[in-house]
């Protein structure tokens, strides 16, 4: 039950309300379980209260404080909370269908199991909220910012996801069917995955991107190699000359440290790739790279390279069994590779790649 004092400083108004607060910091307000069906709360300060189980249903919260408060197991149906401060408010099995929580802030908020159906989340800043659980069936998130938030578990059936900026999303949601990744203005559109509902929509109506996509496809050649002081060398070389012949090189650097999986990074660099070019001089890393791509990948050819004074490193014999796998081009510095890159090495993989990419 509610503190009976607590409850009339709060149904004297605003500003007595307020005052109060501010004169005694120290009190965290105890309204939990308080009837509070349709008060008009707007810009209260609220901030650390007990709201745990409060009927808040159809209240005004717009622009009210209750950042860091507990509202466990609350009834906010149809509540507003327009611009409200929620940042690290608890709302673990709150029931907020049909709320309106546009322009809220609610970074680091905790909505595990609680119930978001058909809210309105539009404009709000959800960074690492927790919505473990959660059931956000019909719910609108448009132009919002869902940045590292939780949705482990978590409904998004049927969720409103125009503009919704997805990064590094923890988690994977129990159901996310029919995504509209529209506005209400346009045909709709849906997808069946949130994290690739931004790019979907960039590719439906972006020209750009369209052609950013065909170019990468194209033109795209990954390099590998070591990059000690003189093999990083030959392999900027390469970089520019692909570069002033209209390829668009990505080179990679094993050696430094990377917070993904690498194999993971390598598979895509190599999937988007028109051809890869290995120089297998000083063999390395080059072998786990190669381990990672070429029994993997075989629509992508690679052409190997090597100084001519050296030999192929012991376990190369094995990629060779593969058809996508070219003799290693031979040179001896890095003039001459430069010099003959385009008959040797360009025009070979080229050829390579139509062979395996040819429609059967």
């Keep these: 039950m509610p503190n009976p004092e607590h409850l009339r400083l709060l149904r004297s108004g605003v500003g007595v309300w307020n005052e109060w607060r501010f004169d005694f910091p120290e009190i965290v307000p105890d309204l939990a379980a308080a009837d509070l069906h349709a008060t008009d709360l707007r810009g209260f300060f609220l901030n650390k209260a007990n709201l745990d189980n409060a009927d808040l249903r159809d209240s005004d919260l717009a622009s009210s404080n209750l950042g860091f408060a507990q509202l466990n197991h609350s009834n906010l ?6 611009r409200a401060n929620l940042n690290m408010a608890s709302l673990r099995g709150a029931d907020l269908t049909e709320a309106n929580m546009s322009l809220a802030y609610l970074y680091l908020a905790d909505f595990t199991g609680a119930t978001l159906e058909d809210a309105d989340i539009t404009q709000a800043d959800l960074g690492l909220v927790n919505f473990e659980d959660a ?95 003189r093999r990083k060398a030959i392999l900027e070389a390469l970089r520019e000359e692909l570069r002033n012949r209209d390829y668009a090189p990505i080179l990679f650097d094993f050696t430094k440290p990377a917070t993904r999986d690498i194999t993971e990074t390598i598979t895509i660099l190599a999937h988007m790739s028109r051809f890869i070019i290995a120089d297998i001089t000083d063999a390395k890393s080059i072998p786990q790279e190669l381990q990672a791509i070429v029994p993997h990948i075989p629509s992508v050819p690679v052409q190997p390279l090597l100084l001519r004074s050296q030999r192929e490193y012991g376990m190369f014999e094995h990629f ?41």
């Design 77 to 82: 149906k149809k509540a507003n909370l327009t």
């Design 135 to 229: 059931n956000l069936r019909g719910a609108n998130l448009s132009l919002s910012s869902l940045v590292e938030a939780s949705v482990e578990n978590a409904d998004l059936t049927n969720c409103c996801v125009y503009g919704l900026s997805v990064w590094n999303v923890q988690g994977r949601p129990g159901k996310q069917a029919n995504l509209i990744i529209t506005r209400e203005d346009e045909p709709t559109i849906t997808v069946d995955n949130i994290e690739i509902a931004q790019f979907v929509y960039l590719l439906v109506n972006n020209e750009k991107i369209r052609d950013v996509i065909d170019t990468v496809g194209r033109k795209a050649v990954l390099i590998l190699g070591r990059f000690t002081a």
């Design 320 to 360: 060779k069994a593969y058809p996508w796998v070219m003799e290693p081009f031979l040179y001896t510095s890095k003039a001459s590779l430069l010099k003959s890159l385009q008959t040797n090495v360009i025009a070979p993989a080229e050829a390579k790649a139509q062979e395996l990419n040819k429609p059967r």
